[in-house]
């Protein structure tokens, strides 16, 4: 009997997912276990299983296309069934189509509308495309077959998807196809609509521009870009932390001239490039060696202590910001501390990052010296208890427990605290520690 895949619910609380790429194709064996497919969450990609083997009869959804949860996605067979077997377990009745391509259901009729009087027709401003909720978007008469997300931007932007030709199943219209033809330059307005009384807001006319990023014309007029999803969770959790969580700050200014020293030592002998980023990370990793009863979140029923130290490492990517995890730095030597957070960053750069590489940590990283900035505060990544923002180094004059005055490399750390869970003198230990061993970094290698 033909089993259905349906879209799986990989993110909490979410009612669609995209998917991204298929893994398989029509005629495949799969066992349970195989991965059949990477759905697109906020901020990586999930391999998803199947649960079930059999042989790949159909794939309802095509690689870009986003679904609703629960919604088919493939049909699994076994050998001998046929496309009246997939079809009859879809419950679409309608004729099969060639091995991979989707058999939409029937749409319904529309209903008719009274012609216009001949004095009216020609004045009659065209009738708008009408939206179904099955993805069928009617366009003069006819139909065409989009995703919910198509359908969605299309609506935004007034493009009359009735002109976009579809490479989706059965056609269907995906977002590439609705990109692709956004950005070839083709522009449709909108229908127009009734004049109405003048308001107190103000429009804001769209825009000929990128259609992923949108663009400011040289007249000083906007295009609103619609949020990723990733913006979305990223405004949704920062604005969660800064509500709930009480923040203080407290600043570092480190003497660096040893680090970089024994970095220049270290690159001329080892088999991965060290960066200042990774003696930073191997120095926090050590600093709660020193100060374990600041490795600790906060929770309802108590803190939360931890015996190993993970932290998140802050990535900037085209789509945001992202923060997969170090696990088990203060176990880790400085050369696989460099390896891993390379692999890391490339792969969340490519979105190649796994869901659980995401999941987790116990302080965060993040490091805008690279860009020039001397000094900043960064927003704690809940539920941690921490974050270290670190800036760049420069010279200065620095002056001596002599009180001599000598110029040196100076790179200032804040360091952000959840107050709930970590006091302002547990928290200045901590800092005096990651201090101590950034500018002495022989003894954390050691």
């Known amino acids: 009997m033909a089993i259905i895949v349906r879209m799986p619910s990989v993110l909490a609380g979410a009612s669609e997912a995209a998917l991204a790429n298929w893994l398989v194709k029509p005629g495949d064996a799969v066992a349970v276990g195989t991965p059949l497919a990477e759905i697109e969450t906020e901020k990586a990609l999930v391999e998803y299983a199947a649960e079930q083997a059999g042989i790949v009869g159909r794939l309802v959804l095509g690689a870009g296309d986003n679904g609703e949860i629960g919604d088919p996605i493939a049909v699994l067979v076994a050998p001998g069934e046929t496309d009246a077997d997939i079809d009859a377990a879809l419950g679409t009745g309608a004729p099969s189509a060639p091995p991979g391509l989707a058999v939409p259901p029937s749409p319904p009729t529309p209903p008719t509308t009274p012609p216009l009087p001949a004095s009216l027709a020609s004045s009659a401003p065209p009738a708008p495309a009408a939206l179904s909720t099955n993805g069928e978007h009617a366009v003069g008469g006819g139909r065409v077959f989009a995703s919910p997300l198509v359908r969605k931007i299309a609506g935004e932007r007034g493009v009359d998807l009735g002109a976009i030709a579809g490479t989706g199943p059965n056609g269907r219209i995906v977002r590439r196809d609705l990109e692709r033809w956004l950005a070839a330059g083709a522009t449709q307005a909108p229908a127009p609509s009734a004049p109405s009384a003048p308001s107190a807001s103000v429009s804001v006319p769209a825009l000929a521009g990128d259609a992923e990023h949108g663009t400011v014309r040289d007249d000083g007029l906007v295009t609103v870009v619609p949020h990723t999803p990733m913006r979305r969770a990223i405004a949704r959790r920062l604005t969660e932390s800064k509500a709930t969580t009480p923040h203080f700050y407290m600043v570092a200014e480190c003497v660096v001239d040893e680090l970089l020293a024994l970095r220049t030592r270290v690159n001329q002998t080892a088999g991965v490039k060290v960066s200042v980023n990774d003696f930073v990370i191997m120095a926090a990793a050590a600093a709660f060696r020193d100060a374990p009863e600041a490795n600790v979140t906060w929770s309802d029923e108590g803190l939360l202590a931890y015996s190993r130290v993970d932290i998140s490492i802050a990535v900037a990517t085209e789509g945001g910001l992202v923060t997969p995890v170090l696990r088990g730095v203060d176990r880790l030597r400085l050369s696989e501390i460099a390896r891993q957070a390379a692999d890391l960053a490339e792969r969340a750069r490519t979105k190649r990052l796994k869901q659980h590489e995401l999941e987790g940590g116990t302080f965060s ?81 050691i």
Not at 373 to 382: G, M, Q, R
Not at 387 to 414: F, N
Not at 426 to 433: F, G, K, M, S
Request: hydrophobic residues 50%; charged residues 15%; proline residues 4%.
């Open 365 to 445: 990283v993040s490091n805008l010296g690279m860009y020039g900035t001397v000094e900043f505060s960064a927003i704690i990544n809940p539920p941690q208890s921490g974050i270290l923002a670190v800036g760049a180094a420069r010279k200065q004059a620095v002056v001596a427990a002599d009180g001599s005055v000598a110029v040196a490399t100076v790179m200032r750390c804040t360091l952000s605290v959840d107050h709930r869970a970590i006091d302002g003198a547990l928290a200045a230990r901590w800092l005096a520690a990651f201090t101590t061993r950034l500018e002495s970094p022989l003894g954390a290698i």
